[in-house]
């Protein structure tokens, strides 16, 4: 089970609490105490651990919220001494005195955020240092951002803060009664600022996974186009072809057609030719047979007679046959 944060300095159990690196959290009263003696020393936007003196880096709400809980404590022990109205008239110079400094400090912030751009446009050289300090500075302030906006009512417990996330539901943040009596008992769990990375980590590595993902997927799709513009191209070609080989065959086809069409046309005269020759061949029939007669005759009588006899008769007769 996980153990409540408590204050390294008070050692009680806050609120709210400031997260150190180093893990020696403080309430809030003691890190205000301690921040207004260490702005003399350091520079106002790092905390300095008073158990190991390491370094912790503020935000600028952070830093806001502990110059005001000073403030609130130093008139608060002033007023115990004063009376009412001038307790009042305290009150409202402490809060314009707060926002007066905070707008002073947002003022000059931007002024030299303003200069480090100009500066890093301008020199070629510091440009690749710039865009990383640039990357870590947006890196902190999402972190900042996150942390900020996770510090919300506890659902289920509405007088505590969340202030843990849990890594076994991956739910929303839960507050220390989740972990110490409700259903997130014994699971692993760590604060938000410590889960913060680890959170990060978490989604940028999904998000390479992602990325990498839809790389494989934009040249699975890409490949599938070339396939389908050579599908396409294959298809045309064969259609031309089939489309060639179509009009040869119709070509064919319509001249067997004209030439049947053209028989056809012919076919009476063929016929009337063809009646003409059987015609002149039943008339030569005929005048051969008559021939064969004529022959047969003379023959017969030639047998009869004496050559010298009939000469002048054969010669007659043969004279008559040839003219027939």
């Known amino acids: 089970m996980i153990n409540v944060s408590k204050c390294s300095k008070c050692q009680k159990v806050p609120d709210d609490i ?8 403080l309430c809030l009263d003691c890190a205000a105490k301690s921040f207004s003696t260490q702005q003399t020393k350091k520079k106002k936007k790092f905390f300095v651990c008073d158990a190991c003196q390491s370094n912790t880096e503020l935000d600028s709400n952070s830093i806001y919220e502990l110059e005001k809980i000073h403030l609130a404590i130093s008139y608060q022990d002033r007023s115990n001494r004063k009376p009412a109205a001038m307790i009042q008239k305290s ?19 931007e002024n030299q955020k303003e200069k480090t751009i100009k500066f890093a446009m301008q020199n070629p050289e510091g440009k690749q240092s710039f865009h990383i300090s640039q990357r870590k500075m947006s890196i902190q302030q999402s972190e900042n951002s996150f942390i900020q906006h996770s510090r919300n009512q506890c659902l ?10 849990c890594f076994d539901c991956n739910s929303k ?7 110490i009596h409700g259903i997130h008992k014994n699971h692993e769990v760590k604060t938000i600022k410590k889960a913060y990375p680890l959170i990060r980590k978490q989604l940028e590595d999904q998000i390479e996974q992602n990325q990498q993902q839809m790389l494989y997927i934009e040249n699975q799709k890409q490949d599938l186009e070339k396939k389908q513009i050579q599908q396409s ?68 009588y030639y047998l009869n007679t004496t050559l010298s006899q009939h000469k002048g008769y054969l010669i007659v007769q043969l004279n008559f046959l040839i003219n027939q």
Do not use: G, W
């Not at 400031?18 to 959290?25: E, G, P, Q, R």
């Not at 943040?173 to 972990?179: S, W």
């Not at 053209?262 to 029939?285: C, G, K, T, W």
């Open 91 to 109: 009150n409202i110079s402490l809060e314009k005195q707060v926002k007066s400094r905070s707008q002073t400090r947002q003022d000059n912030k």
């Open 18 to 25: 400031l997260m150190l690196t180093c893990t020696h959290d």
């Open 173 to 179: 943040c839960i507050c220390p009664e989740c972990i």
């Open 156 to 165: 289920d417990h509405p007088d505590e803060e969340v202030s843990y996330f």
């Open 233 to 300: 191209s294959n298809q045309e070609n064969m259609r031309l072809q089939i489309v060639q080989e179509f009009k040869v065959l119709h070509q064919l086809l319509n001249n067997k057609q004209s030439e049947l069409l053209e028989q056809v046309e012919n076919l009476p005269s063929i016929m009337n030719q063809q009646e003409n020759y059987i015609n002149r061949l039943n008339d030569a029939e005929i005048k051969l047979q008559k021939f064969n007669m004529k022959i047969s005759q003379v023959l017969n």
